[in-house]
């Protein structure tokens, strides 16, 4: 019987810590009816896969709501049909998906088509938009708090559990005023204040008792607490209880910092547009912005939509967006993405995304949903904790036991020690170690223009050991430019003075090269009398009264023989892999005119920082092995070209063979058999929905450097991952042993837990510092 399953994203107000993330989703997942829960702490985010019943969805706000926090929806889940026994759970991105099915390495023959036709194809990029999503209205669940876990957002003072910490804090001072001058007041006025700032963390306790979380770290605090004052350390309890929400508050805080570094994206959008409606201008918010719609972008302002320039041209700086220090030259019918800022010169833009799909929004979106994908580092110690937390409880009871019944140790004595190791055991800072890692990564490669689908992404991008590239649009720039004019009968500005005029209303990638030239060059262009296409082989016609031909070396000597030296110098172009047209003026060979598709201009940079990183560099293209052969020269690297699609895959599948950890780079719309059987597939492209959607990890600015900085992160990731775990567990191994001996009491053992959590999120922090380029 088919099932109806619908997916929602919620953001949930006041989820700072890992214990809170562990609490829903137990709590959550024990309803029935939910298929899959995804939480992110990192993110103040959570989806849920649930069967679209009557009610399931108010039950699932409500049941978070009693929890103390709030739910609101983000995102409307899209309804599926699906069996119930087949419902896919989690969001890990594997590499069996579609990379996209366009072929885009170009095969620069010498014997090229100057007719126009099917080779203007193989430059053409044409990205399909995604359907918008749409949002969905937020409504707050208010449910049972114990106390007010309001959102992070804001001077902490204002927020619930700020409020909380202070009442505690002022609460403690007053006791020890009055037991200072009251001493017989001491045990009950501490125990007051005690309460002060225990009752609500005792009452999370219960609820989350009662949802499937009993070795909570409210409860593990609840029992020791407790158990002080039992044993008459009133002063210690209302001490250890103050710390944990001092504790608590500073969680919040870090975490609302490491959210925030994402979130700000956002704010680099205007809050006004410029729209052109009947002939003037009006000022509307940018969120109301429609597709189609015209907007005036003026110097200086940042733009409030992507889109496509329709007239103007400017200098743009991308780096908001993209980290790109150098602005970009733009002009009619380039594109223009929400958030950069405009130059000099005014643009008329048309927009091309609605204010929730514009880049930003879906950086922002992509992000957050990669933060709920969980890396199987912390899956790891997500089940390591499942059953460490038991284990110490346990612990804690033997300690506080057996010595007084073994050894005829004092019962208060070892109580006391069995309470401290409670604290001690707390997971939190164990538990947070690796995503709040993780969630600073992505936000900091994102700043950066580097994404990447996910924890377990982000962990394999740092094990690659060799990085296959394709050539065209990745390590070169993806259109030809000329290199070379050389005049055999007349000067070359002569030559390419003609070649122009043959050329001019072309739309062909040599005829723009060409044209791109003679105005960088300043040549004046003549008028053209005729001209006419020879297929496969050039085009001919009358300029000035004189009769030229322009095309390959061999259509050319058909009309006119090429002297020795004319072949030299033509096949010395042919073997740098350039494509070669020769003039023919009057029937005199006058000239030749060489085009390459040349490097980027960090391409050799970024291949050497990968080599020198200790990665096995190799292009993977279609072109032809001349062509190919001269650019890998460039950056000395190993070079397999001529190849089909499925050429490409055997290929990674032989390198993953030989043990290599295998990262393929393209543009993101092509070679998906390569992409789909490397390790990592990473797209090449400045934030087009391919490059967005499809593959593992995308490199927003398309620099080759970038894929280095990538690997660079994800590295130092694993190392903050490492010295997060050595953190947590070796303040738990001191205090464990210092608590036992003796040394160390019962506050000093919530500094183990709360102290560590706020070490380690720090230590996570840092990663939000900018990525080093190459």
């Known amino acids: 019987m088919a099932s109806t399953i619908r997916e929602a994203r919620y953001r949930v107000e006041g989820m700072d810590c890992a214990s809170c993330a562990s609490k829903i989703d137990t709590a959550v997942r024990r309803l029935s009816g939910v298929e899959d829960v995804s939480v992110s702490v990192s993110a103040g985010t959570m989806s849920v896969k649930f069967a679209d019943e009557n009610d399931l969805a108010t039950s699932i706000v409500s049941r978070v709501g009693k929890l103390g926090y709030r739910l ?21 991105h594997n590499h069996d998906h579609d990379h996209g099915d366009h072929s885009h390495d170009h095969d620069h023959d010498h014997d090229h088509d100057h007719g126009h036709g099917d080779r203007h194809d193989e430059y053409a990029h044409h990205h399909e938009g995604n359907a918008s999503q749409k949002g969905e209205t937020a409504a707050a669940a208010m449910g049972l708090h114990g106390h007010d876990h309001g959102p992070t957002s804001g001077p902490w003072w204002k927020s619930g559990k700020g409020k909380l910490t202070i009442a505690s804090g002022l609460a403690l001072i007053a006791a020890y005023a009055v037991g200072k001058t009251i001493p017989a007041t001491e045990p009950w006025i501490f125990t007051l204040a005690m309460l002060v700032g225990l009752l609500p963390i005792a009452r999370r306790a219960f609820v989350a008792a009662t949802m499937g979380t009993p070795f909570s770290i409210e409860m593990l605090m609840t029992i020791a607490a407790i158990g002080a004052v039992f044993i008459g350390a009133t002063e210690e309890a209302a001490m250890v209880v103050l710390l944990f929400l001092v504790g608590e508050l500073l969680e919040g805080v870090a975490a609302g910092k490491a959210r925030a570094s ?54 743009v700086d991308e780096a908001p967006v993209t980290g790109e220090s150098t602005p970009v030259r733009k002009e009619v019918d380039d594109t223009v993405v929400a958030g950069t800022v405009n130059g000099s010169g005014a643009l008329r833009v048309r927009v091309t995304a609605a204010a929730a799909d514009n880049t930003i929004a879906r950086i922002v979106r992509m992000v957050e949903e990669a933060q709920e994908s969980k890396a199987p580092t912390e899956r790891f110690i997500d089940r390591f904790s499942r059953y460490y937390t038991p284990g110490v409880v346990v612990v804690a009871a033997l300690v506080a036991v057996l010595p007084p019944l073994l050894s005829g140790g004092s019962w208060d004595e070892w109580i006391y020690k069995g309470l401290a190791i409670l604290l001690i055991g707390c997971p939190c800072a164990l538990v947070i170690s690796t995503p709040a890692a993780i969630a600073a990564s992505l936000s900091a490669g994102a700043r950066r223009g580097l994404l990447m689908k996910g924890g377990a992404v982000l962990e394999n991008v740092g094990k690659v050991t060799a990085a296959a590239f394709d050539k065209t649009g990745t390590l070169t720039e993806g ?72 095309g390959s070396p061999k259509a050319a000597a058909e009309r006119t023989p090429l002297t020795a030296d004319e072949k030299a110098r033509v096949a010395a172009l042919n073997d740098e892999g350039k494509t070669v047209s020769v003039l023919v003026a009057g029937g005199v060979i006058a000239g030749a005119i060489a085009m390459r598709d040349e490097p980027r201009p960090d391409a050799a940079a970024g291949v050497k920082a990968l080599t020198d990183a200790g990665l096995r560099v190799v292009m993977l293209t279609g072109d032809n092995r001349r062509t190919a052969e001269a650019i890998g020269r460039q950056f000395g690297m190993e070079v397999r070209a001529e190849l ?17 950890n295998v990262a393929k780079i393209g543009d993101g719309i092509n070679d998906a058999p390569a992409l789909a059987a490397a390790d990592i597939g990473i797209a090449m492209g400045g934030g087009t929905d391919v490059a967005l959607e499809t593959a593992d990890a995308a490199v927003l600015h398309g620099r080759v450097g970038d894929v280095a900085a990538m690997i660079r992160l994800s590295r130092s990731t694993m190392r903050n991952i490492v010295q997060n775990i050595t953190i947590a567990l070796g303040l738990k191994a001191v205090f464990l042993v210092t608590t036992i001996i003796g040394v160390t009491g019962l506050w000093p053992a919530i500094l183990a837990d709360t102290g560590a959590t706020v070490l380690v999120t720090m230590n996570a922090l840092r990663l939000l510092r900018p990525v080093r380029a190459v």
């Open 72 to 92: 609101h929806p983000i995102q409307a889940g899209q309804a599926s049909e699906r069996k119930a026994a087949h419902v896919c759970s989690g969001h890990d």
């Open 479 to 550: 259109k030809p430019k000329v290199t070379d004019i050389v005049g055999f009968g007349r000067s070359e500005a002569e030559v390419l003075r003609l070649a122009a005029a043959l050329e001019q209303g072309s739309s062909h990638p040599l005829a723009r090269a060409i044209l791109e030239r003679s105005t960088a060059d300043g040549v004046a262009i003549p008028n053209i009398a005729t001209v006419n296409a020879v297929g496969g082989k050039g085009l001919e016609g009358t300029v000035e009264g004189i009769a030229l031909f322009f």
């Open 262 to 315: 994402i979130q700000s994206l956002t704010a680099l959008v205007p809050k006004s547009a410029f729209v052109e409606r009947d002939g003037r201008l009006d000022e509307v918010p940018a969120e109301t912005l429609s597709v189609g719609a015209v907007i005036l972008v003026r110097p200086g302002d940042r733009i409030p939509a992507d889109g496509v320039i329709l007239s103007g041209e400017s200098a």
């Open 644 to 660: 089909l699609p499925e050429d490409k895959q055997r290929i990674v599948r032989e390198l993953k063979a030989e043990g290599f």
